[in-house]
């Protein structure tokens, strides 16, 4: 297959940058191994508070048990709503090891089982190379123009949002010259997650250090107490898993291969827009 | 592309991603359990400490709250009432004739009584306690500076490391390995706020908050507050001592460096 494409084939366009393809590869890996470990540490204390201390009798979120017929079930309370969560939050386990008390399952935490230091080992090491590879994208990003060029909305994109929101709803996916750049949709929802949820991990994620805390107080005012920034840093990351999942989704809809093949390659296919239904 | 090619591209796929979450999820327990990885793994707390210390100024303070902020229910973690028997005999006696021993590397040993250590320059301070779990409590600490013990014991030229050594078992070995202990560089054992508490919130400290004497570190984590504090030694490297990381927790894993 040439660069130029052949006609049946659609045109071949050299779309993501090594720059791009890298630190997405690298991000994705890192992404996943800090919301396992994430979720190894959060299982230490599986609930959620807001302000700067914990008020342990009224936290907004809690994995754990009640009691039913002498039975523990898991059940999950959100701001006073119990759900009823057995084999998931709460309670989870398995016929061979016994079922136990614990906030997210063993397949979604590093390590599987309950080891709050290694959670925190792989979640800080891993938080680095998180940092040095977001900055790296996004000096890149700044410096090449491809944040202004390829991300920013332009305002003719944002007067198509609702034509592109029917288009994605129907999984009508551009075409031709338009699918040679990001949509309107695309373009926000990699702006949201790349200067707005990501570095909002790292900040959430600082503040709750007591020793950047010292250096930067503002950290604590700024997301309104320790307790509310580890909230925000667990919404966050929720956030971010849902995007992921719409994500790949998208990826698969609008055709697999190309999608898979452009974030290795760089090489993507426009195909012809004359064969839009 | 036939269809048949493009089915078995498909059901390739599927099963290395099969493969490949079993291998992360496996394999990443695995992995935690080579010593090779934790030393990787390590390299991170190597560089969380440098930049901490970077950004951090030695005068920094941790932040301090207000009497309507403070903890109803401050919770009390590890252990909350020691059965070693010569604490027990102390704490009868409500600690009249307990001592803290101050030794190691300093010129002048010293074994200071409560009365003593409330005689010297103190402070009080309204805190956030964080504990590892992910936890917080708001407690109001009055304290001896730990700044002015040293200063009274007058620490050797080598000493790098304040050791501190308990009256608890937190371990389930029956043996010795089980004792908490803690240490602290020169660096926090200096700062404003580190002190050895003996009251909280305007009352004697509690047995279950480590009566007669806990370390608070504030700029670090709950674990690094060493409650029910016997002895105090100053040393140039934890090296020698128990496990060599440097504290109980440590012992087993946990960062020796707390501020994160």
Not at chain 1, 192 to 218: C, E, K, Q, R
Not at chain 2, 62 to 85: C, I, Q, V, W
Not at chain 2, 215 to 228: D, S
Request: charged share 20%; glycine share 10%; net charge neutral.
């Amino acid at each position: 297959m040439d660069a130029t494409g052949s006609s049946n084939k659609g045109e071949v366009i050299y779309r993501h940058s090594a720059t791009v393809r890298i630190t997405h590869w690298v991000n994705a890996l890192v992404l996943l191994v800090l919301l396992m470990s994430g979720l190894q540490i959060f299982n230490a204390h599986p609930a959620l508070y807001l302000g700067a201390k914990s008020d342990f009798d009224d936290p907004i979120l809690a994995m754990g048990t009640v009691d039913e017929g002498g039975t523990p079930k898991g059940v999950t309370t959100i701001f006073g709503y119990a759900i009823p969560t057995d084999g998931v939050f709460g309670l989870s386990g398995n016929a061979d090891s016994g079922y136990v008390s614990r906030g997210f399952p063993w397949w979604a935490t590093l390590p599987g089982y309950r080891d709050l230091a290694m959670g925190r080992r792989w979640h800080f090491f891993f938080a680095w190379l998180f940092l040095f590879n977001g900055l790296a994208y996004l000096l890149w990003s700044l410096g090449s123009g491809h944040l202004r060029r390829d991300l920013a909305p332009s305002r003719q994109d944002l007067a198509h949002i609702g034509a592109s929101i029917r288009e994605h709803a129907r999984f009508n996916f551009p075409k031709g010259e338009e699918a040679k750049r990001y949509n309107v949709l695309q373009k926000l929802a990699y702006l949201a997650v790349a200067i707005v949820l990501l570095p909002l991990m790292l900040l959430t994620g600082l503040a709750m250090s007591p020793g950047m805390d010292a250096a930067f107080p503002a950290l604590l005012d700024v997301f309104g107490g320790r307790q509310t920034a580890r909230t925000i840093h667990f919404i966050s990351a929720t956030a971010i898993v849902l995007f992921v999942v719409v994500h790949l989704v998208m990826v698969v809809l609008s055709g697999l291969w190309n999608n898979l093949r452009s974030m290795i390659t760089g090489r993507y296919e426009i195909k012809p827009a004359e064969e839009k239904p | 592309m036939s269809a048949g090619r493009k089915l078995d591209r498909r059901g390739f796929l599927a099963r290395g991603l099969a493969a490949a979450s079993t291998a992360l999820l496996g394999g990443c327990e695995e992995l935690s359990n080579q010593d090779w990885v934790k030393r990787i793994l390590d390299s991170g707390e190597t560089l969380t400490y440098a930049a901490q210390r970077a950004l951090i100024t030695p005068q920094a303070l941790a932040r301090e709250y207000g009497e309507a902020d403070l903890s109803s229910d401050f919770k009390a973690n590890g252990s909350t009432n020691p059965d070693d028997p010569a604490y027990v005999t102390h704490a009868e006696n409500g600690f009249a004739d307990w001592k803290l021993a101050v030794g190691g590397l300093v010129e002048t040993p010293l074994e200071l009584s409560l009365a003593e250590l409330r005689a010297m320059p103190s402070r009080t301070q309204i805190t956030r306690h964080d504990c590892v779990e992910g936890w917080s409590c708001i407690g109001k600490w009055k304290g001896t500076r730990l700044s002015a013990v040293l200063e009274r014991a007058d620490l050797k030229q080598d000493a790098r490391y304040i050791v501190f050594y308990c009256a608890d078992m937190l371990g389930d070995t029956g043996t010795e390995a089980d004792r908490y202990y803690e240490s602290i560089g020169l660096e926090d054992a200096f700062h404003e706020q580190t002190i050895l508490a003996y009251e909280m919130n305007d009352r004697t400290l509690p047995i279950a908050h480590g009566a007669p004497l806990r370390l608070r570190v504030e700029r670090q984590l709950g674990y690094k507050m060493a409650k029910y504090v016997m002895r105090m030694e100053a040393v140039e490297s934890l090296g020698g001592i128990r496990g060599g990381r440097g504290g109980f927790w440590e012992d087993i894993g946990y960062e020796w460096y707390a501020g994160i």
